[in-house]
T-cell receptor
Framework: AQSVSQHNHHVILSEAASLELGCNYSYGGTVNLFWYVQYPGQHLQLLLKYFSGDPLVKGIKGFEAEFIKSKFSFNLRKPSVQWSDTAEYFCAASGGGSYIPTFGRGTSLIVHP | GAGVSQSPSNKVTEKGKDVELRCDPISGHTALYWYRQSLGQGLEFLIYFQGNSAPDKSGLPSDRFSAERTGGSVSTLTIQRTQQEDSAVYLC??????????????FGPGTRLTVL
């Protein structure tokens, strides 16, 4: 079965620290990848997505992610986090013949001021 | 413009009762999804409505769960004879297109269901 794994379930950082959240998927063939964010009290919203072209994708609020096909990975990065980045982050993937994105378990990020 | 809306925002019910959860997608979006989010468990797919085609019900956990989408717009998720394990946040999302894998999903705020 197609799956998405997020290895970091809880991450705690201080402001200005660098961030990298891991995401691996199990799809073969063409894959589309997404990172969604859920800020406290808000609904899920798209941070960035990859579907073709440059494997380095830039999203909102200074986030970026790199698609590495050989590693089946789509890690999320930000060079310097802010307190306002405290949120739950979800990686998702679709493809392999399915139009329905599969989500990872999510990573809870807490940034201390 | 208006986003995806869901109602009610919170629902507390007793075990064995039926509940109906409503989703209003973004106007013009042909794809509609229901997910269930339990604490620390990520998003569990339930059902996918794809325009005029038959819905993909492969994620529904039991025959107590059903959903419909009327007129290609509003959707209702019905849970019959609720059980305590049904307690979760039920999320609805819509996308502009069907039949593609690169759709961005727009999520509603969710309905928090508590079964006592």
């Amino acid at each position: 079965a197609q799956s998405v794994s997020q290895h970091n379930h809880h991450v705690i950082l201080s402001e200005a620290a660098s961030l990298e959240l891991g995401c691996n998927y199990s799809y073969g063939g063409t894959v589309n990848l997404f990172w969604y964010v859920q800020y406290p009290g808000q609904h899920l919203q798209l941070l960035l997505k990859y579907f073709s072209g440059d494997p380095l994708v830039k999203g909102i609020k200074g986030f970026e992610a790199e698609f590495i096909k050989s590693k089946f990975s789509f890690n999320l990065r930000k060079p310097s986090v802010q307190w306002s980045d405290t949120a739950e982050y979800f990686c998702a993937a679709s493809g392999g013949g399915s139009y329905i994105p599969t989500f990872g378990r999510g990573t809870s990020l807490i940034v201390h001021p | 413009g208006a986003g995806v809306s869901q109602s009610p925002s919170n629902k507390v019910t007793e075990k064995g009762k039926d509940v109906e959860l409503r989703c209003d997608p973004i106007s013009g979006h042909t794809a509609l999804y229901w997910y269930r989010q339990s604490l620390g468990q990520g998003l569990e797919f339930l059902i996918y409505f794809q325009g005029n085609s038959a819905p993909d019900k492969s994620g529904l956990p039991s025959d107590r769960f059903s959903a419909e989408r009327t007129g290609g717009s509003v959707s209702t998720l019905t849970i019959q004879r609720t059980q305590q394990e049904d307690s979760a946040v039920y999320l609805c999302a819509s996308s502009l297109l069907t039949g593609v894998t690169y759709n961005e999903q727009f999520f509603g705020p969710g309905t928090r269901l508590t079964v006592l």
